[in-house]
């Protein structure tokens, strides 16, 4: 068993419309929760970023972790166009580093949001 | 402020043999992560450089090796190439011990043929 599996998709959404995406996680040890968007070609850059078990909300995008269950979700509202990238969760068992703890990361769902 | 950079941008190189890939870290961070990321996978954790040594290392052979350097900046060799090896090379750079996100490069494209 992966210790991080996510649906690759693809998923292909009308503007607008709220996208779900989700991971879920075999290692209990992990603690910290990201996830990324890649655009076609470059390198990932940070979405969210979440400790633990909860909610948080940035702009269109909340983050939810849910620990008991070892499932976290990325949700995006009145998605568009420009959100079209994959989509990547990562964690860790440490935090707090400085961006120097390891990452595990899923698979990445591909997200096209159509206008 | 740059960012992370990473070269070359592509690289084409026949199975056997070597290859060097290249990062210098975002401005004020200090260590130097690599993973790789084969087409439709998410990227995987080869090893990690914390003042100029290897600290972590992720499930990859010998034939990959690195180097950090005084200024930071960072070097990956990948030994006796497979097919298998084709992929997008990506480095994040982070400050230890300071509240802040790992960054990463646009990456290295490498095929293998």
């Known amino acids: 068993q992966k210790e991080v599996e996510q649906d690759p998709g693809p998923l292909s959404v009308p503007e607008g419309a709220i996208v779900s995406l989700n991971c879920t996680y075999s290692n209990s040890a992990f603690q910290y929760f990201m996830w990324y ?13 979440t400790y633990s078990s909860g909610n948080k909300e940035d702009g269109r ?9 070892k499932y976290i979700s990325l949700f995006i509202r009145d998605s568009q166009p420009s ?17 120097s703890e390891k990452l595990v990361f899923g698979k990445g769902t591909k997200l096209t949001v159509n206008p | ?28 961070h200090d260590t130097v992560s690599w993973y790789q990321q ?14 100029e040594e290897e600290r972590q290392r992720g499930n ?20 006796a ?12 750079s982070g400050a230890d011990h300071e509240n802040t996100e790992a960054f990463f490069g646009q990456g290295t494209r490498l095929t293998v043929v």
Request: charged share 15%.
């Open chain 1, 61 to 69: 995008f909340t983050a939810q972790v849910d620990k008991s269950s």
């Open chain 1, 37 to 49: 968007r890649q655009y076609s070609r470059k390198g990932p850059e940070l979405l969210m970023y």
């Open chain 2, 60 to 79: 990859f052979p010998d034939r990959f090796s690195g180097h950090q350097f005084p200024n930071y900046s960072s070097e990956l060799n990948v030994n």
């Open chain 1, 83 to 99: 959100d079209s990238a994959t989509y990547l969760c990562a964690m860790s068992p440490v935090g707090g580093q400085g961006g």
């Open chain 2, 38 to 51: 084969a087409l439709g996978q998410g990227p995987q954790f080869i090893f990690q450089y914390y003042e």
């Open chain 2, 1 to 28: 402020d740059a960012g992370v950079t990473q070269s070359p941008t592509h690289l084409i190189k026949t199975r056997g043999q070597q290859v060097t890939l290249r990062c210098s870290p975002k401005s004020g």
């Open chain 2, 81 to 92: 190439l497979l097919l298998g090896d084709s992929a997008l090379y990506l480095c994040a």
